[in-house]
């Protein structure tokens, strides 16, 4: 598994949604980062499974997330203010795994090329309809000149019965016109670049959901 650059952004926060009985005002979420450190090149893995109250931001998770990275020798910088929900940018990432809703949401950016792997699978505790958004910043290498750039997107409607492989198949589909991918175990879709030759620069991806405390879809990013 390769690794590089990775930007995360969270976004919205926890509300209040109805369960079978009271209304609930706290949501779990999942968390689980891995990176390299930056003395030593060693492996290191967070796995954070928190419980958040209502009313709980995603700068707040975004401080949280940055402070146990630090304390595992990951390098990471934290941007933003107090209005802004603001970034993590994560050295030498090995993959983002995330599963959140309950009203969060997160952008997975690939900075520096395309990641080895998309993979979405179906909510858990909060089933809900979602949009599956991939943008990638493209590049087409002209000779005596500068490259051409350009921009791509795809977005896809997801409902919570589908399964990690189904949306795998989607997505391929989907992209078939103007993206070169592969699908490499089955149940995730790998972008290469794209049909008209042009190289694939950068890639960020979003579940989002429209509904009262949003989904709890999972999104995995491998770089």
Do not use: N
């Not at 690939?110 to 858990?124: D, I, M, Y």
């Not at 000149?145 to 391929?172: F, G, I, N, T």
């Not at 592969?182 to 794209?194: A, S, V």
């Amino acid at each position: 598994m390769a690794q590089g650059l990775c930007q995360v952004r969270f976004l919205g926060e926890v509300d209040a949604y109805e369960e079978p009985g009271p209304v609930a005002v706290g949501h779990l979420v999942e968390v689980e980062i891995g990176a390299l450190t930056t003395a030593g090149d060693e492996p290191r893995e967070l796995v954070l499974h928190l419980h958040l109250a209502r009313g709980t931001r995603g700068a707040e998770l975004t401080e949280i997330v940055g402070d146990r990275l630090r304390r595992l020798g990951i390098g990471v910088v934290r941007t933003g203010g107090e209005d802004d929900p603001g970034s993590l940018w994560i050295e030498r990432a090995r993959y983002v795994r995330l599963r959140l809703g309950g009203g969060l949401s997160a952008v997975v950016a690939c900075s520096e090329g395309p990641p080895t792997a998309l993979r979405v699978l179906p909510p858990s505790a909060i089933e809900s309809t979602a949009t599956l958004t991939v943008s990638a910043s493209t590049a087409r290498v002209l000779r005596g000149r500068p490259p051409m750039r350009d921009v791509a997107a795809l977005e896809l409607s997801l409902a919570p019965e589908l399964s990690a492989a189904e949306v795998a198949s989607l997505l391929s589909e989907a992209a078939a016109k103007a993206w070169v991918g592969e699908r490499p175990r089955g149940d995730d879709w790998r972008p290469h670049k794209m049909v008209d030759g042009a190289a694939i620069t950068g890639v960020s991806v979003q579940v989002s959901s429209e509904t009262q405390g949003g989904g709890d879809w999972r999104l995995e990013v491998e770089l």
